[in-house]
């Protein structure tokens, strides 16, 4: 963005002092971050008052501020907008930049894997336009006005993740962005607690469709009853939908993975062959959305398959990693919900990459009042896997270990609820160059600690 600060005062209908002469480059909500150009914009919280903090914003490059008129003693030698809410105000920034922006917009939503499919559908773009995404997880209804706010006049293709906790907050994300795309990438039980079922939670992600412009697209995972069931209540909706079923626009056939990744063929709307270097069948189907996008926008069969090969994934996303004793981690350690859990957990049953597997498992957190029932029923995936071992981490995760307790296991099998240490132990005893082992868990269990343990990325486990 680069605006006058009189042009960004207009699209608040905001008075303000010293604006002339001033430009703003960017927007920054955290003084520690600012960068030269910023326009700071101050939060009140109960605990901390940011408007404390615009002198130093000021003195770290950024070049003027929004002040809440109701706040006391604003600095009178300071570039300010006077507006009634800091959150509202930085909405309504974003809306009016992206009514002046040319560039065409992808919105993505999806109980897992939003930000692989982000970054698939990215890399695959990337090649041939330019491309933003959003950047770690600013997908809630400050994140994603902040990365509208960082696109560049010249930007082609804005890949924009779209989160939510309950109803009504993807449609205020879709409304905001106005995309010409937008993909639910599946429907799992993540966020139970707040939306009641799984059908609550269709309804949710689907809300995604609401800002969808004029003669825009709709990319589903046609897999998904729950939203077959949705598209068929919108006649009118231009919906593509992807996965294994054969009713499917475009359908996944086969998969094999191997040293450098996953490879797979594909039927319908595309036929052929593809690869790309990320593990599990899961992280296949996301790549379908790359696939159907990079059509969509013409480009060429050889690109795909290029920028597909060299495709990133954000860290903790089915991350290969090898460890000092020669062990294979397979770090997806960056959320969890059962059904990414049974996607991780397919993968390392089938996988021949290493003889010897393990599992560290972590707690799925927000799973509502059925919660144990989900924890109990990994049981039932795990118990006919062929395991050297099973580390449970958390005090959810204490179901499960009683129930692979009771049924029986011949895998060496410990839960800690707090301590990463003794999971750590067993693997440092037993694990080695033979052993391929798998992080699992929701982002509050911080299971990259037992990865850190044998990387020497920090002293913690």
């Given amino acids: 963005m680069k605006r006058k600060l009189t042009k960004i005062a207009g699209w608040l209908q905001a008075k303000g002092q010293r604006m002339e002469d001033v430009t703003v480059t960017g927007v920054s909500i955290?003084?520690?971050?600012?960068?030269?150009?910023?326009?700071?914009?101050?939060?009140?919280?109960?605990?901390?008052?940011?408007?404390?903090?615009?002198?130093?914003?000021?003195?770290?490059?950024?070049?003027?501020?929004?002040?809440?008129?109701?706040?006391?003693?604003?600095?009178?030698?300071?570039?300010l907008l006077f507006v009634e809410d800091s959150e509202l105000a930085l909405q309504s920034m974003a809306r009016a930049y992206r009514d002046e922006l040319q560039c065409k917009i992808i919105g993505i939503t999806g109980s897992n894997g939003?930000?692989?499919?982000?970054?698939?559908?990215?890399?695959?773009?990337?090649?041939?336009?330019?491309?933003?995404?959003?950047?770690?997880?600013?997908?809630?209804?400050?994140?994603?006005?902040?990365?509208?706010?960082?696109?560049?006049?010249?930007?082609?293709?804005?890949?924009?993740?779209?989160?939510m906790s309950g109803f009504g907050e993807i449609s205020?994300?879709?409304?905001?962005?106005?995309?010409?795309?937008?993909v639910i990438t599946n429907i799992g039980e993540a966020h139970m607690q707040d939306l009641g079922s799984r059908e609550g939670i269709?309804?949710?992600?689907?809300?995604?469709?609401?800002?969808?412009?004029?003669?825009g697209k709709l990319y589903y995972d046609g897999d998904e009853p729950l939203l077959r069931a949705l598209v068929e209540q919108k006649p009118g909706l231009q919906a593509i939908a992807f996965g294994y079923g054969k009713g499917n626009d475009l359908v996944l056939e086969a998969i094999e993975t191997g040293d450098e990744g996953s490879r797979?063929?594909?039927?319908?709307?595309?036929?052929?062959?593809?690869?790309?270097?990320?593990y599990g069948t899961h992280q296949v189907k996301n790549a379908l959305v790359?696939?159907?996008?990079?059509?969509?926008v013409a480009i060429s069969e050889e690109s795909i398959c290029s920028a597909l090969r060299g495709a990133r994934l954000t860290d903790m996303?089915?991350?290969?990693?090898?460890?000092?004793?020669?062990?294979?981690?397979?770090?997806?350690?960056?959320?969890?919900?059962?059904?990414?859990?049974?996607?991780?957990l397919d993968f390392i049953d089938h996988t021949q990459l290493r003889k010897e597997k393990w599992l560290v498992l972590g707690d799925m957190l927000e799973l509502g009042e059925d919660e144990q029932r989900y924890h109990?029923?990994?049981?039932?995936?795990?118990?006919p896997m062929d395991l050297k071992g099973i580390l449970l981490y958390g005090s959810r995760m204490k179901w499960l270990y009683d129930e692979l307790q009771k049924r029986g296991t011949v895998a060496c099998l410990v839960w800690s609820e707090n301590d990463y240490s003794p999971l750590v132990k067993e693997l440092h005893t037993y694990a080695g160059e033979d052993s391929i082992v798998l992080l699992k868990g929701s982002r509050g269990m911080a299971l990259e600690h037992v990865l850190h343990a044998f990387t020497g990325e920090d002293d913690k486990g």
Avoid at 39 to 61: D, K, S, T
Avoid at 172 to 182: D, M
Avoid at 319 to 339: E, H, K, M
């Fill in 30 to 79: 955290d003084s520690r971050t600012v960068k030269d150009g910023d326009l700071f914009i101050p939060f009140r919280g109960e605990q901390v008052n940011g408007h404390q903090y615009v002198e130093r914003a000021i003195a770290n490059g950024a070049v003027a501020s929004l002040w809440l008129a109701d706040e006391p003693n604003p600095p009178a030698d300071v570039p």
């Fill in 114 to 163: 939003k930000t692989s499919t982000k970054d698939l559908v990215a890399s695959v773009l990337g090649p041939s336009f330019n491309v933003r995404k959003t950047e770690g997880n600013f997908n809630n209804e400050l994140g994603l006005p902040l990365t509208v706010l960082s696109l560049e006049e010249e930007t082609e293709f804005a890949v924009l993740e779209m989160g």
């Fill in 172 to 182: 205020f994300l879709s409304e905001l962005a106005k995309p010409h795309y937008v």
């Fill in 202 to 215: 269709a309804k949710a992600k689907f809300e995604i469709i609401d800002g969808l412009q004029q003669g």
């Fill in 264 to 278: 797979f063929t594909v039927t319908g709307l595309l036929t052929g062959d593809y690869s790309i270097p990320v």
């Fill in 290 to 296: 790359a696939l159907l996008l990079a059509k969509e």
């Fill in 317 to 344: 996303r089915m991350q290969p990693v090898v460890a000092a004793n020669g062990s294979l981690f397979i770090n997806d350690a960056y959320n969890a919900a059962p059904t990414s859990m049974r996607a991780a």
């Fill in 376 to 383: 109990v029923e990994l049981a039932e995936r795990i118990l």
